[in-house]
């Protein structure tokens, strides 16, 4: 028998010294307080659902039927309509919310908050990932994944049921899917980067641009060699996405004319310019004034210039395979030119490129030898004002005005924004009355 005052008792720092040898490494402090920003995140979503009493309008109101109407179709037992009936839009973010159903009833909150737990975390895993790839830290990966968090369009999309935010998360995990596969080397990470990118193209027909630019520069840095891995990822993108774009291939194109030609709402072209001439200046100026006056704003803007300005500059000094800055720059420039090249233009159509943008403006900050506390601190502190401002509709805009700036216009050109709690299309929460008492004293009455 071992007398008491022999044993050892392993402190702390041989425990942890032990593991670390043992190979296991644990979860960063990094991770952790991703996986909590998930969490807050999701919590103020809840508070702000709590607190908004709107009827759904628009497409957020059009989405939320679809839902519904999918899940009737489920409940009846009917497992083959919600691919073959064409609602314009391919129906993964729909089912999501059709599932939710089930559990949490015919209500919008419902669907909102699915919505919220399904994408969310793909979210910041994909940012997280992406930005641990490149830039080579976990540090990098949770300045990322706060970015995204606190754009001011994710804080106000994630209110609604709307697809945009849905696909900039299935986006960011394909991404780093494809950047993880090092380009197509490893056949079974290519596998699970087709099935996330046939996922988002289930979300979104527009996926494709956004998951071009990384692919292209992976197969032109020597990808093209690795045939196994590219078609492990085409095999699996086609088992996923290819059965409702076959089936659904006439109405596709028919989609794609009116929506080209201007004609799906000439209204909106008079009203806002969603519609401007392809080639035109304000075409291609379009998603820059969207960017920094509704998707981003200004400080979050000015970082992803920086970080963009670096990323050039370092893929020019190193062009080793290891770098892998030119795979986002081709993303955040395809994104751009593909989202410009389309006529029919909406600040939200371009927020799938987030990935990107959150990567690129929070890399360097990441890296950064000066301010390597400041810079960090000054993020955090502009993604927790979005997110608690555009919440709560705290405070008025704050706009600086450029000479020949126009009045009323959607975009606000010629203005640069640095704060608005407007959000896009939802601020903080608001109430239009007892609008379902009201149908239904209504329907008493006869």
């Given at each position: 028998?071992?007398?008491?005052?022999?044993?050892?008792?392993?402190?702390?720092?041989?425990?942890?010294?032990?593991?670390?040898?043992?190979?296991?490494?644990?979860?960063?402090?990094?991770?952790?307080?991703?996986?909590?920003?998930?969490?807050?995140?999701?919590?103020?979503?809840?508070?702000?659902?709590?607190?908004?009493?709107?009827?759904?309008?628009?497409d957020?109101?059009?989405?939320?039927?679809?839902?519904?109407?999918?899940?009737?179709?489920l409940a009846?037992?009917?497992?083959?309509?919600?691919?073959?009936?064409?609602?314009?839009y391919?129906?993964?973010?729909?089912?999501?919310g059709?599932?939710?159903?089930?559990?949490?009833g015919?209500?919008?909150?419902?669907?909102?908050?699915?919505?919220?737990?399904?994408?969310?975390p793909?979210?910041v895993?994909?940012?997280?990932?992406?930005?641990?790839?490149?830039?080579?830290?976990?540090?990098?990966g949770?300045?990322?994944?706060?970015?995204?968090?606190?754009?001011?369009?994710?804080?106000?999309?994630?209110?609604?049921?709307?697809?945009?935010?849905?696909?900039?998360?299935?986006?960011?995990?394909?991404?780093?899917?494809?950047?993880?596969?090092?380009?197509?080397?490893?056949?079974?990470?290519?596998?699970?980067?087709?099935?996330?990118?046939g996922?988002?193209?289930?979300?979104?027909?527009?996926?494709?641009?956004?998951?071009a630019?990384?692919?292209?520069?992976?197969?032109?840095?020597?990808?093209?060699?690795?045939?196994?891995?590219?078609?492990?990822?085409?095999?699996?993108?086609?088992?996923?996405?290819?059965?409702?774009?076959?089936?659904?291939?006439?109405?596709?194109?028919?989609?794609?004319?009116?929506?080209?030609?201007?004609?799906?709402?000439?209204?909106a072209?008079?009203?806002?310019?969603?519609?401007?001439?392809?080639?035109?200046?304000?075409?291609?100026?379009?998603?820059?004034?969207?960017?920094?006056?509704?998707?981003?704003?200004?400080?979050?803007?000015?970082?992803?210039?920086?970080?963009?300005?670096?990323?050039?500059?370092?893929?020019?000094?190193?062009?080793?395979?290891?770098?892998?800055?030119?795979?986002?720059?081709?993303?955040?420039?395809?994104?751009?030119?593909?989202?410009?090249?389309?006529?029919?233009?909406?600040?939200?159509?371009?927020?799938?490129a987030?990935?990107?943008m959150?990567?690129?403006?929070?890399?360097?900050?990441?890296?950064a030898?000066?301010?390597?506390?400041?810079?960090?601190?000054?993020?955090?502190?502009?993604?927790?004002?979005n997110?608690?401002?555009?919440?709560?509709?705290?405070?008025?805009?704050?706009r600086?005005?450029?000479?020949?700036?126009?009045?009323?216009?959607?975009?606000?050109?010629?203005?640069?924004?640095?704060?608005?709690?407007?959000?896009?299309?939802?601020?903080?929460?608001?109430?239009?009355?007892?609008?379902?008492?009201?149908?239904?004293?209504?329907?008493?009455?006869?």
């Amino acid at each position: 028998m071992l007398n008491s005052t022999t044993r050892t008792h392993p402190d702390a720092a041989s425990v942890r010294d032990a593991l670390n040898r043992s190979g296991y490494r644990g979860l960063s402090t990094e991770l952790w307080l991703a996986v909590a920003s998930v969490v807050a995140f999701i919590g103020v979503t809840v508070w702000w659902l709590t607190q908004e009493g709107r009827v759904q309008d628009w497409d957020n109101g059009l989405h939320t039927v679809d839902a519904f109407l999918i899940h009737k179709q489920l409940a009846a037992g009917d497992l083959t309509t919600l691919f073959t009936e064409f609602n314009t839009y391919p129906p993964l973010g729909h089912l999501v919310g059709a599932l939710a159903v089930f559990v949490g009833g015919f209500s919008p909150a419902t669907v909102i908050l699915a919505s919220n737990l399904v994408f969310v975390p793909l979210l910041v895993a994909g940012t997280f990932g992406v930005g641990r790839l490149v830039y080579g830290s976990d540090r990098a990966g949770l300045l990322a994944a706060l970015f995204a968090l606190g754009t001011p369009m994710i804080v106000s999309e994630f209110h609604e049921f709307i697809l945009d935010p849905q696909q900039a998360a299935m986006i960011a995990i394909s991404v780093w899917a494809i950047l993880a596969s090092r380009r197509f080397e490893r056949p079974g990470v290519a596998a699970l980067a087709g099935l996330f990118s046939g996922l988002a193209m289930l979300t979104k027909q527009t996926s494709v641009v956004f998951i071009a630019g990384p692919i292209a520069v992976a197969l032109a840095r020597g990808g093209w060699r690795n045939w196994r891995g590219i078609l492990a990822f085409g095999s699996a993108f086609g088992v996923v996405a290819g059965p409702w774009y076959i089936y659904h291939r006439h109405e596709l194109n028919s989609l794609v004319s009116i929506h080209d030609s201007g004609a799906a709402s000439p209204s909106a072209n008079q009203a806002g310019g969603f519609f401007p001439q392809r080639l035109s200046r304000k075409s291609f100026g379009w998603y820059f004034w969207s960017t920094v006056n509704i998707q981003l704003l200004v400080p979050l803007a000015l970082a992803v210039l920086i970080g963009t300005v670096l990323a050039v500059r370092d893929s020019l000094r190193d062009r080793s395979p290891a770098n892998l800055r030119p795979e986002l720059l081709a993303g955040l420039f395809v994104s751009w030119l593909g989202m410009t090249l389309i006529t029919h233009k909406d600040p939200r159509y371009s927020l799938p490129a987030l990935v990107f943008m959150a990567v690129l403006g929070t890399g360097w900050i990441a890296n950064a030898k000066l301010g390597r506390t400041l810079f960090p601190a000054l993020l955090v502190a502009v993604v927790a004002i979005n997110l608690i401002g555009i919440s709560t509709g705290a405070g008025r805009a704050a706009r600086v005005a450029l000479s020949g700036a126009p009045k009323n216009s959607v975009l606000a050109e010629r203005e640069l924004t640095l704060y608005s709690p407007d959000g896009w299309l939802r601020g903080g929460p608001a109430r239009d009355g007892d609008v379902l008492g009201l149908m239904r004293g209504l329907k008493r009455l006869g």
